[in-house]
């Protein structure tokens, strides 16, 4: 089982997407993204993620929230919401834990994703997750290994 | 502008108290990030605990915590000086408060915090409530050598 704390970047910007996920699969953690909320609820619901960093400008974003606190009530999952600055629209305390404006600072976030992630603690029954996206990205680059 | 020694300046430790571990780590690298020295506390007797060990300018509370919650640990601080205690910013997700005496608090912000929002805030309790800190080495009062006599 990966012992590193797990998380989920849900951005339907791809640009953004793929930026934070470059950024965050350098650090000691492993990075999942969805693009969709329909794909964020399905990852979310067959792994245990330390920490969901989610764009609640995303369409469905916060019916997913939603439905993911009501699926999972047992989830431990740290939330932080990224949504436009000028937004005041309301997030239940109960299911988003803290709230980031954009335009982001990157490396704020990558140090807040660090430092969060570690000291969620874990689920008591943890789920049988497939390797993560940055892991498979990992094994990807560093290529087939070929005994002599 | 108030009139400051040179060689004193503000006093910017804060003491984060929440029983959330996550959030302590967000707040704890936030806060640093922007130069202030924190430290933090599970519950109020922890935080009781540091208060009377070190001095802070600031304290972001919350107030819905095990063991003391931040109501008991507000009651214990009502009987401090105004200029003896420290500021409380509280933070919180409940809908319901009891009451709270105002000059106890400066600010309150509801949970889920934006993260940028509270550390504004923080800057601007700080700055405007800061006790001045005795400097940590004694004025040098001696004049200045001549480099030549006449």
């Given at each position: 089982m990966n012992s590193e704390p797990r998380v989920l970047i849900v951005e339907?910007?791809?640009?953004?997407?793929?930026?934070?996920?470059?950024?965050?699969?350098?650090?000691p953690i492993a990075v999942d993204t969805a693009a969709s909320a329909e794909e964020a609820l399905k990852r979310a619901t067959s792994c245990d993620y330390a920490l969901i960093v989610v764009d609640t400008d995303m369409s469905e974003a916060v019916e997913f929230l939603t439905r993911f606190r009501a699926d999972r009530p047992e989830a431990t999952t740290f939330i932080i919401a990224v949504r436009d600055g000028r937004s005041d629209a309301f997030l239940d305390p109960e299911i988003v834990?803290?709230?980031l404006s954009k335009?982001?600072?990157?490396?704020?976030?990558a140090e807040l994703v660090r430092e969060c992630a570690f000291v969620v603690p874990p689920p008591e029954d943890p789920l049988n997750c497939p390797p993560s996206e940055s892991e498979l990205r990992m094994k990807m680059e560093r290529g087939p290994y070929i005994a002599n | 502008m108030a009139w400051r020694p040179q060689n004193m300046r503000l006093e910017t430790r804060i003491l984060v108290v929440d029983?959330?571990?996550?959030?302590?780590?967000?707040?704890r690298t936030?806060?640093?990030r922007r130069g202030f020295v924190v430290e933090t506390a599970r519950n109020g007797i922890e935080a009781l605990e540091q208060l009377g060990a070190s001095r802070y300018a600031l304290v972001v509370l919350d107030l819905m915590m095990p063991e003391m919650n931040g109501y008991d640990l507000l009651r214990n601080l009502e009987d401090q000086s105004f200029t003896a205690r420290p500021r409380v910013l509280i933070l919180t997700a409940g809908l319901n408060l009891q009451?709270?005496?105002?000059?106890?608090?400066?600010?309150?912000?509801?949970?889920p915090f934006d993260i940028d929002l509270l550390v504004?805030?923080?800057?601007?309790?700080i700055g405007a409530t800061a006790p001045l800190r005795q400097p940590d080495v004694a004025p040098d009062t001696t004049l200045p050598m001549p480099s030549r006599l006449n």
């Amino acid at each position: 089982m990966n012992s590193e704390p797990r998380v989920l970047i849900v951005e339907s910007n791809d640009i953004l997407r793929v930026m934070l996920f470059t950024v965050l699969r350098h650090q000691p953690i492993a990075v999942d993204t969805a693009a969709s909320a329909e794909e964020a609820l399905k990852r979310a619901t067959s792994c245990d993620y330390a920490l969901i960093v989610v764009d609640t400008d995303m369409s469905e974003a916060v019916e997913f929230l939603t439905r993911f606190r009501a699926d999972r009530p047992e989830a431990t999952t740290f939330i932080i919401a990224v949504r436009d600055g000028r937004s005041d629209a309301f997030l239940d305390p109960e299911i988003v834990s803290a709230v980031l404006s954009k335009p982001l600072e990157i490396d704020t976030l990558a140090e807040l994703v660090r430092e969060c992630a570690f000291v969620v603690p874990p689920p008591e029954d943890p789920l049988n997750c497939p390797p993560s996206e940055s892991e498979l990205r990992m094994k990807m680059e560093r290529g087939p290994y070929i005994a002599n | 502008m108030a009139w400051r020694p040179q060689n004193m300046r503000l006093e910017t430790r804060i003491l984060v108290v929440d029983d959330d571990d996550a959030i302590r780590a967000l707040l704890r690298t936030v806060l640093r990030r922007r130069g202030f020295v924190v430290e933090t506390a599970r519950n109020g007797i922890e935080a009781l605990e540091q208060l009377g060990a070190s001095r802070y300018a600031l304290v972001v509370l919350d107030l819905m915590m095990p063991e003391m919650n931040g109501y008991d640990l507000l009651r214990n601080l009502e009987d401090q000086s105004f200029t003896a205690r420290p500021r409380v910013l509280i933070l919180t997700a409940g809908l319901n408060l009891q009451p709270v005496r105002s000059d106890l608090i400066v600010a309150c912000l509801p949970k889920p915090f934006d993260i940028d929002l509270l550390v504004d805030t923080v800057t601007g309790c700080i700055g405007a409530t800061a006790p001045l800190r005795q400097p940590d080495v004694a004025p040098d009062t001696t004049l200045p050598m001549p480099s030549r006599l006449n």
